[in-house]
């Protein structure tokens, strides 16, 4: 098996394992509390309102804006971590056909598990980091994805693999 | 529908009996054709009853604020918490159900770098099957069981059986992971016939049209990111503000806001469902490729499967899309895109049966 398929098959392994750990940790452990507060807050920014406080309604509808940024982000996380490394392991089995030299490859499957690990890695820091630097690691990220598969795409139309004979 | 002239012969590509790479097959397309029928029942039958319910309740927590009552307006957050979770819980167990198999599929195409015996090999596949099946019926009864019986104040039976599956899927994985190690490491024989070299016109065509789709969507999930994600945050406190201050004023024409509340979580529903479609049809499309030489079909069906599936790739995502400009008409051509790739996927199946089926007829031993 070529550098460039191992690259691929064992990152993309490793970030759908660590993917599926961030999301069994964050449901045992943040998910219920998370939604609990959405709720309450929510629910508190209609009550207070009811009572006629409008200084106490705003700043708990504020509340659940900010815990909802924040649920959002940490279950797209899951999802993308996951998503992009059943994307690496599949591109990986067929990445023989991607018609360039295998240094080529190489730096095309670095490219794709560089971008699959930084980019949700980049979403999740929104939520802790402030300032610029988390959406442009995001922005950055699903570039190098992005980039990757256009190569990918452009290898396999290019000429047929090796392997390619027809049977 | 007969198998003759371009198929291939049953003894050649060997999907060996009983082995754990068609115990994944098998299991990979059965758990993604169930997560996408549920998703199309659960599309057809609940998610816009729902939607309509949680405006109504919204409403009506709107006018509770507006008379004064925060106990009804406590009461009124309720229901809609409910609805949310019932929402939610299906769309995860859907989503969860699909991507099961996709790792399912995966896992087969790995199959013969796996440096294991036959036996734990198999084990380990009906493993990652089951806790595949359980994770998502797990999900779907949180919010029918809910905390009955619980110790724990937030985490009821069914999140912990929904938890032990998703557990089981980790555990399985690593396993896999560490035997596949091993094999490169140690420079082990494959322990499974690789799967066959093909350059036939399906495999092809799903790969091509696999990849496009996931560039597509891509493409329309960095746009969506960089366009709407923080238009629609902003847009969501801005109308919740506005309906709440509208009823603390005692006005009950907080209608609009509500309106206009439904009419955001619409959009946001169909703009990331459309994203997340398009890449999960591009991926399934792409791993279908790979086992296309397993489907004992006449050329003609493999290649209709093919164009089904395809289609209904496209289909799906796009008139989701739609449904914000054509309403319902929309969502029903999107349905009949889903239920197309569904039977794409059992049409290729009854393929695969069919080949396993003249394997075991013939005797072939692992």
């Not at chain 1, 056909?97 to 690990?117: D, H, N, Y």
């Not at chain 1, 190569?151 to 049977?167: E, M």
């Not at chain 2, 758990?31 to 919204?58: K, Y």
């Not at chain 2, 009950?252 to 979580?265: M, R």
Request: charged residues 15%; neutral net charge.
């Amino acid at each position: 098996m070529s550098r460039a398929r191992k690259l691929l098959i064992f990152g993309g392994l490793l970030l759908a394992a660590f993917g599926m750990l961030y999301g069994l940790h964050y449901a045992l452990f943040v998910e219920h509390q998370t939604l609990d507060e959405m709720g309450a807050s929510l629910t508190e920014g209609f009550v207070a309102a009811a009572e006629r406080q409008p200084a106490a309604s705003s700043r708990a509808i504020d509340r659940y804006a900010q815990t909802k940024y924040v649920y959002v982000r940490q279950v797209d996380v899951h999802s993308h971590w996951v998503g992009l490394g059943m994307l690496l392991i599949a591109l990986g089995a067929a990445f023989d056909q991607v018609g360039f030299a295998e240094r080529i490859r190489v730096w095309i499957a670095i490219m794709l598990l560089s971008g699959a690990a930084i980019f949700p890695m980049g979403v999740l820091l929104q939520t802790v980091v402030p300032g610029p630097l988390p959406t442009v690691l995001a922005i950055g990220g699903a570039a190098l994805v992005t980039s990757g598969l256009m190569l990918t795409a452009i290898g396999i139309a290019r000429k047929p693999g090796p392997r390619d004979a027809r049977h | 529908m007969v198998a003759q002239g371009a198929v291939p012969h049953p003894r050649k590509p060997s999907l060996a009996l009983v082995s754990a790479t068609r115990i994944l097959i098998f299991g990979g397309i059965a758990l993604i054709a169930g997560g996408m029928l549920f998703g199309d029942i659960f599309a057809v039958f609940v998610l816009h009853q729902n939607g309509g319910q949680t405006g109504q309740a919204l409403m009506a927590a709107s006018q509770t604020v507006a008379a004064g009552n925060p106990l009804e307006a406590k009461a009124a957050f309720e229901r809609v918490g409910g609805l949310l979770e019932d929402h939610g819980t299906k769309v995860d167990a859907h989503v969860h159900m699909t991507d099961a198999g996709f790792l399912a599929l995966l896992l087969a195409l790995l199959q013969p770098c796996v440096a294991l015996r036959p036996e734990p090999k198999r084990l380990l596949a009906w493993l990652f099957v089951a806790g595949g099946a359980l994770l998502p019926i797990g999900i779907f009864l949180i919010h029918y069981l809910g905390l009955a019986y619980s110790p724990s104040p937030v985490i009821g039976w069914a999140s912990v059986l929904a938890d032990s599956a998703g557990a089981l899927l980790i555990a399985v994985l690593v396993v896999e992971a560490w035997a596949l190690w091993k094999h490169f490491q140690t420079g082990s024989p494959v322990s499974e016939p690789e799967l066959p070299p093909d350059r036939s016109w399906e495999r092809r065509t799903l790969l091509a049209g696999g990849t496009l789709l996931i560039l597509i969507g891509f493409l329309y999930g960095a746009w969506y990111a960089s366009v709407d994600l923080y238009r629609h945050e902003a847009r969501e406190t801005q109308i919740l503000h506005s309906i709440v201050d509208s009823a603390a004023n005692g006005q009950i024409a907080s209608t609009h806001g509500v309106e206009d509340y439904g009419a955001l979580a619409a959009e946001r529903a169909v703009k990331i469902a459309a994203h997340s479609h398009i890449i999960e049809f591009g991926l399934l499309a792409i791993l279908l490729a790979f086992i296309q030489r397993y489907v004992y079909l006449r050329e003609t069906w493999k290649r209709r499967w093919v164009i089904v599936l395809l289609a209904g790739s496209v289909m799906l995502p796009v008139f989701v899309l739609l449904e914000l400009k054509l309403g319902l008409l929309a969502g029903g051509i999107a349905d009949v895109g889903g239920l197309m790739v569904v039977v794409a996927l059992i049409g290729m199946l009854a393929g695969i049966v069919r080949h396993t089926g003249s394997l075991d007829d013939t005797g072939a031993q692992p």
